[in-house]
């Protein structure tokens, strides 16, 4: 069965204090790996796509990288606004699925002063 | 440009009428999709659509979800006698295609819908 698995479930962090978030999937096939934010109440905002291992790309204080196995999201020196639900999915090469995507269920970061 | 839209923004209903959900994708867009994100779990697929393909029904939880798409643009999404189980926050996107090099795809705002 195919799976995505966010970690921490939620992440607290003091201004300034660097970190990164995990996701890893358990799928056959995968055609790329999304990363969302998400404010509260409102939709995903697309960040990144990672189509093979080795890739990274970056985003300001945020830079995404993909393994065979996981991906990371790392967090340099995060302020208050970044604070926000980051959520990870994937897109399987699976005949009539081809575009939808699982979503693991999210890190809930909280960015204190 | 304008992103993808969705309305009402909030619907709360009774038990056992029906509802419609509207979502206007990105224009050029001709891939849609929805999705359903109750409290505390994850986005969970329900339908999308790719040009004038058939769409993909896989995600539709019961036979009492439907959707439609007009002209490959506005996408209506309809829930029949609802459920208290049907409440939950409801996610269009849309992305240039759903096959070849996998496009991201933008989400619309959501409609939060309750059923009493």
């Known amino acids: 069965e195919d799976q995505v698995t966010q970690s921490p479930e939620a992440l607290r962090l003091q201004e300034g204090e660097s970190s990164s978030l995990n996701c890893s999937y358990t799928?056959?096939?995968?055609?790329?790996l999304f990363w969302y934010r998400q404010d509260p109440g409102k939709g995903p905002e697309f960040l990144f796509t990672?189509?093979?291992a080795g890739e990274e790309k970056e985003k300001e204080r945020l830079k995404a990288t993909l393994t065979k196995k996981e991906s990371f999201l790392h967090i340099t020196a995060p302020k208050p606004e970044d604070s926000a639900t980051y959520l990870c999915?994937?897109?399987?090469?699976?005949?009539?699925?081809?575009?939808?995507?699982?979503f693991g269920r999210g890190t809930q970061l909280t960015v204190w002063p | 440009g304008a992103g993808v839209s969705q309305s009402p923004s909030n619907k709360v209903t009774e038990k056992g009428k029906d509802v419609e959900l509207r979502c206007d994708p990105i224009?050029?867009?001709?891939?849609l999709y929805w999705y359903r994100q109750s409290l505390g779990q994850g986005l969970e697929f329900l339908i999308y659509?790719?040009?004038?393909?058939?769409?993909?029904k896989s995600g539709l939880p019961s036979d009492r979800f439907s959707a439609e798409r007009t002209g490959g643009s506005v996408s209506t999404l309809t829930i029949q006698r609802t459920q208290q189980e049907d409440s939950a926050v409801y996610l269009c996107?849309?992305?240039?295609?759903?096959?070849?090099?996998?496009?991201?795809?933008?989400f619309g705002p959501g409609t939060r819908l309750t059923v009493t």
């Open positions: 999915a994937v897109q399987i090469d699976r005949g009539s699925t081809l575009g939808r995507l699982y």
């Open positions: 996107a849309s992305s240039l295609r759903a096959g070849g090099t996998p496009y991201e795809q933008y």
């Open positions: 224009s050029g867009h001709t891939a």
């Open positions: 799928v056959s096939g995968l055609r790329g």
């Open positions: 659509f790719q040009g004038n393909s058939a769409p993909d």
């Open positions: 990672l189509y093979s």
